[in-house]
């Protein structure tokens, strides 16, 4: 069982930055996924970016590349979201997931394990 525990969030303006952060109770093992997804109010939550634990791979939607970074913290076995050049259409809830599997997992049926979620706010 892997707990995880969501930080950061808030309220920001367009074209800010904000970091999130995903603590994971155990040291995720080399075979897991970790991602973060988003839910904007009346809409499905959708994958945002991801990281492949083992050798660090990252992917992401497409309408946060190069805006949304990924990365992890292995000794702190933590993963971070770092959004850059904020955009009102990014406001919605963040969660953290992680996954047993190993590999670019996209659906959040394939993600075994959740944080509670922060909300994101971007004003224009």
């Known amino acids: 069982q892997v707990q995880l525990v969501q930080s950061g969030g808030g309220l920001v303006q367009a074209g800010d930055s904000l970091t999130l952060s995903c603590a994971a109770s155990?040291?995720?093992?080399?075979?897991?996924?970790l991602a973060w997804f988003r839910q904007a109010p009346g809409k499905e939550r959708e994958f945002v970016v991801g990281?492949?634990?083992?050798?660090?791979?990252?992917f992401s939607a497409d309408s946060v590349k190069g805006r949304f970074t990924i990365s992890r913290d292995n000794a702190k076995n933590t993963v971070y979201l770092q959004m850059n050049s904020l955009k009102p259409e990014d406001t919605a809830v963040y969660y953290c997931?992680?996954?047993?599997?190993?590999?670019?997992?996209?659906?959040?049926?394939?993600?075994?394990?959740w944080g509670q979620g922060a909300q994101v706010t971007v004003s224009s």
């Open positions: 990281i492949i634990w083992y050798g660090g791979s990252t």
């Open positions: 155990t040291r995720p093992v080399n075979s897991y996924t």
């Open positions: 997931a992680a996954s047993r599997a190993s590999t670019s997992l996209q659906t959040t049926r394939q993600y075994d394990y």
